[in-house]
């Protein structure tokens, strides 16, 4: 699940960043309201996390542009917390509305169930040939059998499945899944495939994780043998 954070204070907004990374979310995270916008209404997220208070705009009317176009749901979290303030946001469309300061643990429980209410159930799992991946649950399972991922291998698994059949460059998957620009050479991507390869690919037919030479790496059901 893919989440976008519009927040200008550098702590909250690493914090944020480093804590939802761990627990299994890819996240992307912008410090103004004109960025955040423009990153919202051109990327596919899961979930925007936005403060009120921002340079550029402001998260209402952040919020109100937004909804001319997208539903993307959307958790108000900034330290405007009174009556007036969490009742303008949920009126504007919001889902939620968190105070700040937060406890982590309550942040990601709101998280969690405004992604459970927030989707269809079917769209609460991706399939490609006998491979699940069930994001609520946060499980994947191949021809039944339950395959134990890490919190980073279950982000790399998601980013391949929710984009099937099209080849990530290396650099797009180090952005997406680690949230940092490695060189070309490095092996960490690499590496991170292999890994997960030997999980859902060693023991199962057919092979569902491809090498294109010289561009990256698809997740596709093509019946032969993986590169």
Partial sequence: MRILIVEDEPKTGAYLRKGLTEAGYVVDWVEDG?????QAETEEYDLLVLDVMLPGQDGWTLLQNLRRSKSTPVLFLTARDDVGDRVKGLELGADDYLAKPFDFVELTARIKSILRRGQPRDSNTLRVADLELDLTRRKATRQGDTILLTAKEFALLW??????GEILPRATIASQV???????DTNVVDSAIRRLRSKIDDAYEPKLIHTVRGMGYVLEARGGAAA
């Fill in 178 to 184: 680690w949230d940092m620009n490695f060189n070309s």
């Fill in 159 to 164: 980013l391949l499945m929710r984009r099937e």
């Fill in 34 to 38: 004109i960025t955040g916008q423009h």
